[in-house]
């Protein structure tokens, strides 16, 4: 597990005695959360893709399936928000160079660009 895995914000739960594997949630997943093994016969799902919008809880025939936040997930706090962890996740996931948004694209900053920066900014305008 690398800098770039974020744990999924929500957690699906399948009770296996509960599910027929009638694929109805698979149908209804716009995100493709959920897809069915046929190596195992059984139904899977890929957490990271969950928004929870609830579709597949309603849906399910036999009330097999709930979604609940996550306990592993960023918490409230008065220091950093959600997007700004985000970030620092991205930015440490480089290497630790910064990285910013400039006209629509993203720049590394290293100590050329810096200089460039610099003279653009001394340049006298016509």
């Not at 296996?16 to 899977?44: S, W, Y």
Request: proline share 3%.
């Amino acid at each position: 597990m690398g800098i770039d895995y974020i744990y999924p914000q929500f957690e699906v739960i399948r009770d296996p005695v509960r599910c027929i594997n009638c694929r109805l949630c698979e149908k209804q997943c716009a995100g493709g959360v959920h897809g069915f093994d046929k190596d195992r016969g059984c139904m899977t799902t890929d957490e990271s893709k969950c928004v929870n919008c609830q579709r597949c809880v309603c849906f399910c025939p036999t009330h097999a399936l709930k979604i609940r936040k996550s306990d592993c997930t960023f918490r409230d706090n008065a220091n950093w928000d959600e997007d700004t962890i985000k970030e620092i996740y991205k930015q440490a996931g480089s290497g630790g160079v910064l990285l910013i948004w400039r006209t629509g694209k993203m720049k590394e900053i290293t100590r050329d660009a810096e200089q460039e920066d610099d003279a653009e900014d001394e340049t006298p305008a016509d």
